[in-house]
């Protein structure tokens, strides 16, 4: 009976959790109800990659850590092929700055995380802010996006 009563249990915590699922909510109630969601969270939800996340000491240590990322891992090899594509060679020695310069590409030798649970709170109370503007429709308007009349383009009257 014990048995039956844990499993039953678990089903149904198991449930509830699924239902105050982002995904959940967001199919749910759309993109205003999880815009809302995100925006009445009790919790910071820190990146779950930190290791004081794993730890659990995300919120009772202030320090900032710097961790660095394993050359296999697939982190490193996502952020290394970012900055490959976003490489433009052709854009070396612009600038005052850069005169003389003549560099053909660009090696990644190093990568760091930076974990700054104190920082990353402040992030987080900023994008709850913004998710609830979103959510009750008080994001300022930006011209030239209502409709194609407002655009000039080459086609459309310039």
Do not use: F
């Amino acid at each position: 009976m014990q048995k039956m009563q844990r499993s039953v249990k678990a089903i149904t915590e198991q449930q509830e959790k699924d239902e105050s699922s982002g995904s959940h909510i967001n199919v749910t109630r759309g993109c205003q109800g999880y815009l809302r969601h995100l925006a009445t969270e009790k919790t910071v939800r820190y990146p779950s990659y930190w290791r004081c996340v794993r730890k659990g000491t995300a919120d009772t240590k202030p320090s900032v850590r710097r961790v660095q990322l394993d050359v296999q891992s697939s982190t490193y090899k996502e952020i290394e092929t970012l900055v490959q594509k976003t490489w433009a060679a052709d854009k070396v020695g612009e600038g005052r700055d850069a005169a003389g310069l003549t560099h053909h590409g660009i090696v990644v030798k190093k990568i760091w995380s930076v974990e700054n649970p104190v920082l990353y709170r402040k992030y987080d109370a900023k994008r709850k802010e913004i998710c609830l503007s979103a959510a009750d429709d008080r994001c300022p308007s930006v011209k030239g996006l209502l409709g194609e009349t407002d655009i000039l383009t080459h086609d459309h009257g310039m």
